[in-house]
């Protein structure tokens, strides 16, 4: 669900830039409170976890679809939603400016999308709701299935909203929004499947984490090696192998897109757009995932085009380098805001 600049207008992206901004600022002021120095290589680790699976998109049956993990409710039940959004806007960031997965003008929409729903509405009103009564591996099976369907339908919503107020004439809103939705419900459920899986493998091993990233706590002393290690085992081997059997279907919004207008992409227009088209051009060192002008010194292009899974050194290389440094800005993201707290409190005295 990662939109191109083509999608939107000036206007529209700069709100959303504004408006992610503001999110953000909230989000950094209000996470002092529970961030503490276990919590920052957390931060990381599951920056670089979500990254890596947000590579692998799933066929949906029967459609040609497919989708992939948004995560924003995974990082809001491990680290909150504050730290969790500001976690998420560190990947969508990465994935923007380095890998060309999504547009510059509409980086604050995607954040917007993926990140302020399932972190600030699915989690608190739906999944907290549900788990309430305490936890248990049904509970959080429940929970995390609504609450990952409901915050990506609205998502979803968000981005047909913005292609209206956009004026994009080429996206009817009655149309758009009966292929969006019930694509991405079903791609909601999967995502819920994985999320349960997740945080029922972290409440096993270190409840704690959980627990205490709903009471808005510090980590405080519980050891997190095991969860730490685990998940970065598994980013990356994810990013680096598991990659490689990503679908090459169209993705929900692709796929609504192309069945709404005939057109996966939409032309962009000159101006803003081809300014920042071209700035993400000169940065992104491995767009699309892959080396650059890698088809066309690939002699065989076409003979391996339909091949899967998909063995690619420049996927691999992407999940594991994409990894790397979506950990280095969402640790230093939470470094930086903990330096911070410390004056503030050195401050005081």
């Known amino acids: ?35 503490d120095e276990q919590k920052i ?40 939603p504050y730290a969790g959004f500001l976690t998420m806007a560190s990947i969508l960031t990465i994935q923007a400016l380095f890998f060309a997965d999504g547009g510059l003008l509409a980086l604050g929409c995607n954040i917007f999308n993926l990140g302020f729903y399932s972190c600030f509405i699915a989690y ?19 929970g995390a299935m609504l609450a990952a369907i409901i915050g990506l339908q609205l998502g979803a919503f968000s981005v047909v909203l913005e292609t209206l107020f956009s ?61 730490l290690a685990g998940l970065a085992i598994v980013a990356m081997i994810t990013g680096g192998i598991f990659s490689w059997f990503a679908s090459a279907n169209p993705d929900g919004l692709e796929w609504s897109m192309f069945n709404t207008s005939g057109k996966e992409e939409l032309e962009a227009p000159g101006g ?8 993400q051009e000169k940065m992104a060192f491995l767009p699309d995932y892959s080396f650059k002008n890698q088809q066309e010194t690939n002699t065989n292009a076409v003979e391996t085009k339909g091949t899967w899974p998909a063995v690619d050194a420049g996927t691999s290389v992407s999940g594991l ?14 470094f930086c805001i903990y330096m911070i707290k410390r004056r503030h409190k050195i401050s005081d005295v």
């Open 167 to 227: 004026g994009k004439t080429e996206l009817p809103f009655s149309t758009f929004i009966l292929l969006m939705q019930p694509i991405h419900l079903a791609i909601g459920v999967v995502e819920g499947l994985v999320t349960a899986a997740v945080i029922g493998f972290v409440w096993q091993a270190r409840p704690e984490i959980i627990e205490k990233a709903a009471l808005g706590e510090v980590l405080g002393r519980i050891s997190i090696k095991k969860v």
């Open 272 to 279: 803003i757009h081809q300014t920042l088209t071209a700035i």
């Open 321 to 334: 380098v994409g990894g790397v440094m979506t950990l280095m800005l969402a640790g230093m993201t939470g």
């Open 41 to 80: 290589p957390l931060m990381g680790v599951m920056g670089a976890f979500v990254f890596a699976a947000q590579m692998i998109n799933f066929s949906i049956p029967a459609t040609g679809s497919s989708g992939h993990l948004g995560g924003g409710l995974i990082l809001a039940i491990l680290l909150g």
């Open 1 to 35: 669900m990662h939109m191109a600049d083509a999608l939107i207008s000036p206007v529209v992206g700069g709100a959303m830039w504004a408006v992610t901004a503001g999110v953000a600022a909230y989000s950094v002021k209000k996470v002092q409170n529970d961030l």
């Open 124 to 142: 608190p009103l739906i999944y907290k709701l549900i788990m309430r009564k305490g936890y248990s591996m049904g509970r959080i099976f429940t």
